[in-house]
Structures are given as C-alpha cells and as structure tokens.
C-alpha cells in the first residue's frame, strides 16, 4: 500500500493557524476531493475538528482519526498509532492511503511517504502550524500545473505532483 500526503501549503509552508485553514480555494478544494474520493484518509483530532460539522466524517472516504484520546469519532475508525491507521487501511484492501493532516501528522508520516500531492499558495501567511520542508534530494516532481488567480481565487497557486526518487 502506497502512502500519500495531500496537503496545501503557503510559500513559508504554512498550512493553519488556530485551527483554521488559511485560504478559501474552489479549485484545491475540488483537487482535494478528486484525488481523496474513495480513499481511507487519516488525519488528527484537531484536523477532524477544523472541518466543518456538516462534511464531517468526509463523505465518500473511510475517515481515520489518529488521537491520544479515548472518544470515538462518529464514522470513524479512532485509533492510537499510525501503525494501527496503517493497518486498517491494508485490512481493508486499500492501496493509496491519503494522509490529510495535521503538521503533526505530516510530519511523522513524510519518511515514509510514496507521494505527496502539493498545492503551493504563492503568498506568505502568519500561522502556527507548518508543513516539514520537501528535501529535493528524496523527491522529484512528477507533474506542475500553475493556476492563475481570479474572482474565486485570491491568490495563483501551483500544484504539483511529488514522488520518492
């Protein structure tokens, strides 16, 4: 099973400050939903809770919840380790695990990484949550997509597609 991290990150590679995401974007948001659509998406407590309660779990996706806590999410698998999210996933014949966040998260599951699906916001944000820096030497860019910004979109962005050399 391959593991893949989704995640959109500012130009300091910010990804949220005080829970919250930084940006409203339709078309990383539609990107977001492609590329994690029927997939089991692990994420942490305060990433689950960031996402409003009406998507909440995600539809379309098994939810894993990694968290120190006792409380069960409602529709989702909760678990204590990523070894036990990792074995859900396998048990349950996944083959693309979708990591959604938080920094955390990303952090600890970027050396174990296949993929990482980017969206670069070009602007520089205040935030307190950040993405690990991608070291060029282990990743080289399968696929790069600039997007201009427009009425729906406050800032250009890239996306761009990453995988273990």
Known sequence: ?????????????????????????????KRFKEITWGHYVLMGRK???????????LPGRPNIVLTNSTRNFEGCFTVASIVDAIAIAKQNGESELMVIGGGKIYEQ??????KI???????????????????????????KEFIHSD???KYDMTFVDFVRK
Do not use: C, Q
């Open 47 to 57: 990433t689950f809770k960031s996402i409003p309660e009406k998507f909440r779990p």
């Open 151 to 153: 009425e729906k979109h």
């Open 109 to 114: 599951l970027l050396p174990m990484a296949d």
């Open 1 to 29: 099973m391959k593991i893949s991290l989704v995640v959109a990150i500012a130009e300091n590679n910010a990804i949220g400050n005080h829970g919250d995401l930084l940006w409203h974007l339709p078309k990383d948001m």
């Open 117 to 143: 699906y980017l969206t670069i916001v070009h602007h520089t944000f205040e935030a307190d949550t950040f993405f690990p820096a991608i070291d060029n030497e282990e990743w080289i860019a399968e696929t």
